[in-house]
C-alpha cells in the first residue's frame, strides 16, 4: 500500500511539473510570436494573389508556431476630412473590406479567420456561396453580432485607416507586409519566410522552413507583386 501511495504522489508530481513546464511554454511561445501584419485592399490582385496562394504557408506549415499574421484591411483606401472613405478599387471594395474587418473581430481563432479570408479573396464575387457554409462562425460573425454595414463595421475600418495611416514609413504599395515592425521591401516570397525565421526570438525550436538547407531550396523561389496606388508594378 505504502508503495503504491508514493507512486500515487509521484505520478502526481510529474503531472504538475509537466503542467508547468507546458503552461510556462505556451504563454513564453506566444508572447514570442514574430509579429507579421498585412496592409491590403480586398480587390487589389497582387494582395489576393499573396493572401490566397503564399500566406498560407505560415498557417499551414510549423511557420505557425512562431507567426502572429495580423490582417489590416483599408490599403491604398483615402480617409477624408469628413471620414469618409474611398476605396482605389470602389465601392464594392469598401464592402468586403469591411466584411473582412468585421471577421477579423467576431473569429478571433487565427486558422479559421485566415480560412474565410483567403476564401473571399480567392473567390471575391461569388464568395458567399462558396465560402460561408453555415457554419457557427460565418453567422456569428455575420448575423449576431451586427457588424457589417454598422457603426461597428464603420467603425473597425476608421481604425484600420488610422493603424494605415500612421504607419512610418508610409506604404508605397500593397499588399504592405511589416515583420516585427519593419518593412519588408524584398518583394521576394522566399525572402519573407527568412525574414520572419531570423525575426524570431523565442524559445520554441525553429520550424523545419528556417533550416538554412530549407531556405536555399527556396532561393528565387518567387517573387512578390505589388500595387502602387495608381498602378501595377509588376517586379
Ligand atoms: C497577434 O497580433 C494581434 C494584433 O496585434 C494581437 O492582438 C494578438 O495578441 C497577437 N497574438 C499573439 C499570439 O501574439
Ligand atoms: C466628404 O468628403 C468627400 C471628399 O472631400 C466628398 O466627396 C463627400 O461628399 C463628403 N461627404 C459628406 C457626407 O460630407
Ligand atoms: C479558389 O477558387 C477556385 C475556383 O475558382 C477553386 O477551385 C479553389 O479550390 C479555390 N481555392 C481556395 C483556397 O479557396
Ligand atoms: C466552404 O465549402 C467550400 C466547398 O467545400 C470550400 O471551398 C470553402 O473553403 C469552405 N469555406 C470555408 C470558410 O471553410
Ligand atoms: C489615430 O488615432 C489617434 C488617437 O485617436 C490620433 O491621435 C491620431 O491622430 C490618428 N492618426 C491618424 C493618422 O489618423
Known sequence: ????????????????????????????????????????????????DFIVNYLVEFFDSDLFTITNVTFVPFGNDELSDNQTVTCQHGEYECQLNEYEACIIRTVPDPKLQYSFIRCIENYT???PSSCFNGSAADKQAVISDNCYYSDLGRKLILGYANQTLSLNPKPDFVPWITVNGDPFYSHRIDDLVATVCTAYK????????????????????????????????NY
Open 1 to 48: 500500500m505504502a508503495s503504491s501511495s508514493s507512486l500515487t504522489k509521484l505520478v502526481f508530481f510529474a503531472c504538475c511539473l509537466l503542467l508547468f513546464t507546458f503552461s510556462d511554454n505556451l504563454v513564453a511561445g506566444q508572447s514570442d510570436k514574430v509579429q507579421l501584419n498585412v496592409y491590403y485592399d480586398s480587390l487589389c490582385s497582387d494582395c489576393q
Open 202 to 233: 523565442g524559445t520554441a525550436s525553429l520550424p523545419t522552413q528556417c533550416s538554412s538547407t530549407a531556405l536555399a531550396e527556396r532561393k528565387g523561389w518567387s517573387k512578390l507583386q505589388v500595387s502602387y496606388a495608381n498602378e501595377a508594378i
Open 125 to 127: 464575387t461569388n464568395w
